[in-house]
């Protein structure tokens, strides 16, 4: 498993764990600090959550928040 997907799975669960929908805004720090904990730096984590926006599954805010546009895929 490459270190992309083990980081998108890992905040994907996070995500999960924080029951994100559509339409909710999400601090990036009750995200990202968890995940640096679990040893994921801060440009791995910003790498999927850029992929994401291109997805149009996020969308990234001022202010260190993010905004959920869909419904995050099962995994």
Known sequence: ???FT???TALFE???A???LPDMSINVFD???PL?????SQDEIM???NALEQDKIIALLP???LLMLKELPEG
Not at 36 to 40: K, L, M, Q, S, Y
Request: charged share 25%.
């Open 1 to 3: 498993m490459s270190r």
């Open 6 to 8: 083990e980081t998108e």
């Open 14 to 16: 996070r995500l999960h």
């Open 18 to 20: 924080l029951k994100a």
């Open 31 to 33: 995200i990202g600090v």
């Open 36 to 40: 640096t904990a679990a040893g994921f």
């Open 47 to 49: 790498e999927v959550l």
């Open 63 to 65: 202010g260190n928040r």
